[in-house]
């Protein structure tokens, strides 16, 4: 019969718990010194670009937008990771816990990124212009899909929340409505972002949207081969 030494178990459980900090610390670290370094290259030029414009409002949009696209992305990638055989080699507790508060933390920024253009003098839209597609009088189909992709968001997000009133099988055939949701972002992207036209943002979305068509065609063909 074995008998697991208590001290052993101590041991190794304060260990991984050193390993953990270290690796917080080094994170941290690493955050502080590119985050110093990025303040001490573009402080003063960011500073005198929004003392110098009445578009403070619209460049937290923008920036926020890019956060909500690509914290749904990565929502994205790990639910279609537990939903494939590739899942085996991650936690699935952990992964999963990761895509429903990425889906989250994405409706937040996403509905930071449409809210906070209320205050901006120059577009002067209004609430219902936000919350209804087709709303926007300039480029109505690029904003309208935004729209439609945030309730759609919207929705799967949140039905975590009823996922054991409606059912596991209910919930499964939501939230395939986040595919969906993603399509209509990543046209709103290409349609409506102004940022979209820098060469690096246009290879992140260009890549981004590449890795989430590989896994769903891997996730097709392997269903294919399961039937």
Known sequence: MNIDNPTSSHTTSNTTLITQVLWIGLILSMAISIGGYALLTWGETASQLLTSTDKHFWYLSRASGVIAYTLFWLAVVFGLLLSTRLGKHFNAARVFALHEYLSLLAVGFAAFHAGILLAD?????????????????????????GQLGFWLLFICA????????????????????????????????????????????????????????????????ALKQAK
């Open 158 to 221: 949140f039905s975590f929340y009823i996922k054991k009133y409606i059912g596991q099988s209910a919930w499964r055939w939501l939230h395939f409505l986040t595919f969906t949701a993603y399509m209509f972002i990543s046209i709103h992207v290409f349609m409506v972002g102004s940022d979209s036209r820098a060469l690096p943002l246009l290879l992140f979305y260009a890549g981004s949207q590449t890795v989430v068509f590989l896994l769903m065609t891997y996730r097709l063909v």
């Open 121 to 145: 003098n120059f577009l002067n839209l209004n609430l219902w212009q936000i919350l209804l597609p087709f709303g926007f009088q300039t480029e109505r189909v690029g904003v309208a899909l």
